[in-house]
């Protein structure tokens, strides 16, 4: 347990005392297991959902160590050392940016290569990452961060980046601020514990339950928090120790303050989900203030939290997490293109991917962030000390024409990268544009007008939660003449009638999709066509329930654009109260951020005593397997939940799926799984449609 005179902080002088000290591992530690736990997150998600919380750590550090280098800058009523300040700010843009600026070019290489189309939609992606505004250009175009709709950018992650910078710029404003007028430790930590609250409101006041988080997720002013309360640590502990100076039981509180955040830290990212309501309320911030205890206990010298966090190879990990942070998105959404060629050998992908991930964060951590790379205007914005250094440095003389040479591939990428729909989007839109047809396409103009009100009533009626209109029974003068032909006519005339009944379904559902009727035999139409669905679930249903319809004659659907499990139980409860949803359920849910056990427990709750088949996911997502895994527990727990193994009838079918995309049906696999699926419930059945 460190021990520190009273006097020594009064003034702030504990953080000068500290830089003599030697290197302290665990901080190094707590950004090594904080970088693991993102990476797992995003492979893993049903085993470490709450993974992203450590995001919080990374800012809380970053306000930590930012007020420790600020505070020992002169800057007050009598001198004001603006040129520190410069080179504080032009150090750490340089080591954010160039090994930015390599690992972007890298991968526009790549793609220049080797999947040059890819280029034509990714140029906002490109400038907002390397500028560092990602985060608000995400805002702006309305992305998702826990949504993976068609294929995932390769610089989504770069909203850490631009927020770190924000929240860098606008804190240094607001620290010199308080040197300037020289505030004591005590105000100035009472003052940033008041700046996180406002920022934490705005999360409460933007969050919106069942919504895409994506918004408060990105933002400046709701993430600015994180960042704050690690300046406020910095304020605090000075004050803290003072406080307890003379309290002899200080290590045992300090002990537990120590086990407590390491538990806390520890274990919510096995239980924190990143749609649930709590977590932006709650968890989120507690997260925060967690990370800001630990690093409190590792300042202090608590013995337990320092040896956990320095155990190898987490300090390790940790001196690394800047290039580990760079590389591991690209690697994973690269390498998940690969997925359907893994199937049944998933621990090869993960392996690769961890090889992958540890040798090019090794190399960029070696040669740009160490600087053993030595080329003019790539590492450091110090150009003329580079280029001196360079014509002394002979053995990286051959370097210059191959850094030039990439310089001039990468600029030929960029310059080649356009804002182009992806092709993958494109499709799906064209294939989304088949199914629901808009309005325009409505030939005759009265129908079109007949069309256009009948939206706006059905609209007014669903806002206000009011009828106002209601249907006319009338008689059908066809129906009464043939139900007094079948009550006046024999047994063998019924026995035909029925047979050419039969043959006329048969032949509509022919006529409707040729393609699909191929696909399914003449029972199994005429069962299909008689019984009643509801197909309920995400784009997979949005996009393939409809030609499901052409052979389920008397049954409906609901698809919903990224409809995720939690917000998918809303949802479901609103279509029953309209009375149309039949007592035969299909889901297709999970595709986005999978499935858990409270969000299944909720749906099977909320949609009663109904059958309900929910259909296995062969979509190229990483949580796939989790979501069938689920899906098989629930139809042995209860009676009336089944599966539909679409994954054992698809894996071996990636015509059924988009190339490049891996997520959607095809037209032909929209077909398939309609024929699929009516098979799959005619053998459940017998044959013997349900009353």
Do not use: C
Not at 283 to 296: A, E, G, N, Q, R
Not at 415 to 424: H, Q
Not at 608 to 629: I, K, M, T, Y
């Amino acid at each position: 347990m460190l021990l520190y005179n009273k006097n020594e902080f009064d003034k702030f002088e504990w953080v000068r005392e500290l830089s003599k000290k030697k290197r302290i591992l665990s901080y190094d530690g707590i950004k090594g297991i904080s970088i693991i736990a993102i990476i797992l997150y995003h492979l893993f998600p049903s085993y470490l959902p709450g993974g992203f919380l450590t995001v919080n750590t990374f800012l809380a550090v970053g306000g930590y160590f930012f007020t420790y280098k600020v505070e020992q800058i002169e800057f007050n009523r009598a001198r004001r050392d603006w040129l520190s300040i410069w080179h504080y700010f032009k150090n750490t843009l340089a080591r954010i940016f160039f090994p930015l600026l390599w690992m972007m070019g890298s991968v526009v290489i790549g793609l220049l290569i080797f999947d040059r189309v890819q280029l034509l939609s990714i140029r906002n992606d490109l400038f907002s990452g390397l500028f560092l505004y990602n985060n608000l250009y995400q805002i702006s175009a309305d992305k998702s961060y826990f949504v993976r709709m068609t294929e995932a950018s390769l610089f989504t992650h770069l909203w850490y980046n631009s927020l770190y910078i924000q929240s860098f710029v606008l804190a240094m404003v607001g620290v010199l601020i308080t040197k300037f007028l020289n505030l004591k430790g005590a105000v100035k930590a009472i003052l940033w514990a008041l700046i996180a609250g406002v920022s934490h409101f705005a999360l409460l006041w933007l969050y919106v339950p069942g919504q895409d988080p994506s918004r408060v997720y990105y933002g400046i002013d709701t993430r600015f928090s994180s960042f704050v309360l690690g300046i406020m640590t910095a304020y605090m502990i000075p004050v803290l120790l003072n406080l307890f100076y003379k309290v002899k039981a200080k290590k045992i509180l300090y002990y537990l303050i120590g086990i407590i955040s390491l538990i806390g830290f520890v274990g919510m990212p096995f239980f924190v989900k990143d749609q649930q309501p709590e977590t932006y309320y709650f968890f989120m911030p507690l997260y925060s203030v967690l990370s800001m205890l630990l690093i409190f206990s590792i300042t202090v010298g608590v013995p337990l939290v320092r040896k956990v966090f320095e155990i190898q190879p987490l300090p390790w990990i940790g001196r690394r997490s800047y290039s580990y942070y760079l590389w591991y998105y690209p690697v994973i959404v690269l390498w998940f293109k690969l997925q359907r060629q893994f199937d049944g050998r998933m621990y090869w992908l993960y392996l690769s991917i961890a090889i992958s991930l540890a040798l090019v964060s090794e190399l960029t951590y070696q040669l740009i962030e160490r600087q053993r790379l030595i080329l003019p205007f790539t590492t450091s914005f110090n150009w003329k000390e580079d280029w001196r250094e360079f014509q002394l440095n002979n053995r990286s003389l051959w370097l210059a024409p191959v850094g030039l040479l990439l310089f001039v591939i990468m600029g030929a990428g960029w310059v080649m990268s356009r804002n182009d729909k992806p092709l993958t989007q494109f499709q799906l839109e064209y294939q989304l544009k088949q199914v629901q047809p808009s309005l325009f396409e409505i030939a005759d103009k009265d129908e079109r007008a007949i069309h256009k009100v009948k939206t706006k009533v059905d609209q007014l009626e669903k806002e206000l939660d009011v009828t106002l209109t209601s249907k006319i029974e009338t008689e059908n003068f066809f129906d009464i003449a043939r139900t007094a032909l079948v009550q006046t006519s024999g047994v063998g005339e019924e026995v035909t009638q029925i047979t050419n009944d039969n043959a006329d379904i048969i032949n509509e559902i022919n006529a409707l999709d040729p393609e699909l009727a191929a696909l399914v035999p003449d029972e199994v139409k005429l069962f299909a066509s008689k019984i009643r669905v509801s197909f309920f679930g995400d784009s997979l249903i949005l996009l393939s329930a409809p030609n499901a319809l052409n052979v389920f004659l008397n049954s409906n659907d609901l698809g919903v654009k990224s409809l995720q499990i939690w917000k998918a139980v809303g949802v479901l409860i609103d279509w029953i109260s309209t009375g149309e949803v039949n007592d035969i359920l299909v889901f297709n849910l999970g595709t986005n951020a999978g499935l858990d056990d409270q969000g299944m427990e909720d749906l099977i709750a909320a949609a009663g005593d109904r059958q309900l088949f929910f259909v296995s996911s062969n979509s190229a997502v990483e949580h796939r397997d989790s979501v069938n895994q689920i899906i098989k527990e629930y139809a042995n727990k209860y009676d009336n939940v089944h599966e539909i193994d679409w994954y054992s009838y698809a894996k071996d079918h990636p015509e059924f799926y988009w190339e490049g995309e891996g997520v959607h049906h095809t037209p032909e696999g929209a077909d398939a799984f309609a024929a699929f699926t009516a098979q799959e419930l005619y053998r459940f059945y017998n044959g013997q449609v349900p009353e």
